[in-house]
């Protein structure tokens, strides 16, 4: 009799859990590491260097070979053109799995021009120019409407960015909000060779 | 010898005569010659004060025990005219049971607030019942509502659905589960995803003001949905239905891509598979009855994108904007919700009593990469308790409790976060006599609580709240055989707005098939706490207020009806003229160029509508019905928002039954028009009214219903057949993406 309830029950529960939950499935391990990077003012930039492995302080961008990526919200600048003396650059490899990027491009690096960054989020909105890149700014566009909340499109493109002193990284900006759901808290997910070799 | 013979033997047959025996009835359909299962009959003697009842099972036959020389019987069912009839019992009778084709025996509590079948209620009644329910095999409110009545629009506003009607949006209807106030709302409506079709024995619509009797936001209409109740010994019913995806929104290689689980599970929320499944099971053993239902459902997300241009006419400018093709898209989100619900009650003599208790989870997946999404919950716990004085006279005490929650999901953590919460308490006393020939009446006392916690109030978690005290007179009152008035007064304190007095009066005089009717009725609206207390930034970049200051909305309710019943023609129409004119209505204005809003009173709407409604069986298997709505509102520059509503709104339905042996078929085909309309705007970057056009179209539905040995059943169908999407998305359009097929098996029992 138990024998039978027990088994009527589990019987029950999987169908339940059939109809109800979502199928789990087994992560597995892909290399890079993780960084959350809070981006969300609108009066400045953060700056990220992979020869630090974290975000430092600049005080004039445009003399630093200090940083390697920086980020403004959504908006991105790496380390060349306008934006810097290093010899940055940023490649487009498209919407692939992150681990099959193996090796990063010889050469087509983009570099940096000007872009349009909202400065102030008031009414109305301020826009000014600054120096950025146009490519990786375009990982996540984001569309707004007077009738409904903005929505945020991710490309999901996977990015290999050239530092400022030549040397490769991977990145794929995963989210543009951190746990609470805050805006403008980037998470990168990144693969640095600091070898100055083209293999990831 | 012979003597003794004949004594023993006369002995015997007296004994066997003498002797209680069983009677044996089966009732079948005077149509169709086959048995109706879920006959509630009731029998008394003749010769002695026995008396019992019994329900038919499923071959329609019922045994009623211990019974004996001449017996009453009343037999009654769901869909059938009663049956009353007196007979001397032998071994089998069988009767026969008349199809209620205009629901006219079915009982109704809505027009004043005591059961009433629709044929004597003395108030404009629309019956939706649970034939027409599953004739178009409703699943949701919203099926029901758009279909049936022909003055409503179903839509979607941000977060869930909302109705329009009759000119007026969905806080000017009033919408009840069993006679009771649903807590919680988004942008005036309140969640109509609470509660699925399989769980609904019966929708009543009563069109016009009806805050006498029901209080706040009875404006427009009160839509009062009553839930299923046990009708035999036991029932046990199961559903599930499948329709096709609207749209696939992600792909397996594109959830490989990432390695977080929580990104997984919300790219494949987008894609949940359509499902509606409903299991129910209830009992009924002498005076106890309960019942239970659990359901599941589930709707993929999906994205509609414009096919026109967008023009605005700007009239005050005199200017015409042509904005082109919009790229955004409009979002319609995939949820996931659960609902379940008891009722347990019983029914003496004297007295009956009921307690219900639901709960309600709601998930909604948007698609929004911002790790979290929407919860709403509900929970419900209520009860009644009647007293039978004897003579007719009741005392009814009631109450009810009703929670609406919403939460943020975070989707990185799985923990909810609470945003909002609101809390509905209503207790009722009501007496109603009816022991005089002409006069019923009704004496109600009420008071209602409510509280609302929300983090759009000027510090986090505020909370406010209000209280209303009422005490409700009705009389229904017999002039002669053929009219009878109806009048109510509604009064009481509120604590936002003070002294408020409702009264309304119907005179229905009915000759013949005819029935005319003449109503007054004043309605209001007391502010939401939101209009009161509001104090919210939306970003940084403008900022809602409230004003505890603001006063109800009122309004004045005049209608024209007449009704046209002829039960041998099998036909029934009802022509309705109606002006409603609402008082302090209360809007908004922006200031402090644009970075302000304020809820404010005074704005004046009046709306005129006409309706036409028809049922008409043809033949036996073939129902013809629809209804037709007209709305107009006079222009009025000083209001904000034109009518949302389309003023040519028109229902159809074709309803085809076959019942041959153990197979029945009802095929259905229903069809919803909406007119051509013209919305009006603000353009809060410029603060003008622009006004935008939106096309005429039709929704068309199929239905073929299959029933197999009275269990089992499977339908097949098609929603929107002709595939119409909208050329320009938003508010005022059904977001369809175009025809859709589904299939659903069920077993009842």
Redesign the interface.
Known sequence: MIKKTTLFTAFALAAVTF??S????E??P?SGKVIEINASAYNAWTYFSFDEDTVVNITNYTTSTDWDIAFHRSDVRVNCGQAGPGQGGSYNMG????NSVTEAPADRYSLNTTINILES???PPVYVTAPGDTLVSKWMTI?T?????P??N?S?NIYVIRTAKGKYAKIWL????????Q?GHITM?YVYQASGSRQF | MNYLKLIILTSICIAFSLKLHSQTIEVKDSYTKQGVPNVNIQWKSAINKSKGGATTNSKGIATLASTEGIITITASCIGYKTYTDTISTSNLVTIYLEEDILNLEQVTVTGTRTPRSLKETPVLTQLVSRKDISGIKATTVNDILEMEIPSVEMNLH?YGAALSSQGLEGKYTLVLIDGERMAGENDGNVDFSRINAANIEQVEIVKGASSALYGSNAIGSVINIITKKPSKKFEVSASFRYAEPNQKNTSDA?I??????Y???FL??WDRQN?N?DISVGFKMNSVYSQTYFG?KCRDAYKLFNTKETVKYYPELDSTANEGIS?????IFGF?D?AFSNKTGFNTKNWSGELRGNFYNHEEFD??????HNIYTNYTAGGFLERNLGQRNTVKISFNHDVYNKY?F?E??EVKEKSYGNIFNHFRATYSNEQYTNHKLLFGAEIFNEILKSDRFSSAQETHSVNDAVIIIQDEYSVNSKTTIVGGLRSGYHSAHSLHLSPSLTIKVSNGDFNYRVSYARGFRSPTLKELYMNWQH????TIYGDKNLKAETSNYFALSTEYVNISKRLSITGSLSYNSIKNKIGGIWTA???EYHYKNGYEYSVFNAELLARWKILKSLQVKGGYAYTHIPEDESITLLSTTSPHNLTAQLDYNLTKGWYELNANIALKFIGKKKVREL???NNNFYIMEYPNYSLVNININQRFKRNYSLSIGVKNLFSYVAPIH??YTTPTVGQRFFIAIGYDF
């Open positions: 109809l109800i979502c199928e789990k499935d992560t597995s892909k919407k692939i799995n992150f989020y008031t009414m569309t409407s007077n009738t409904a909340p929505t945020y991710y999901d995963t989210n543009y909000f951190n746990k609470q759901s805006s997910k | 941000g594109e490989e891509l990432h390695d977080e689980q990104m997984r599970k494949r929320n499902i499944s599941y790229t955004t898209s409009t979002n996931a659960y698609f929004e990469r911002d790790n979290k943020l975070n990185i953590d970003l940084t970049l403008f160029n644009q970075t353009d809060i970057d938003s508010f």
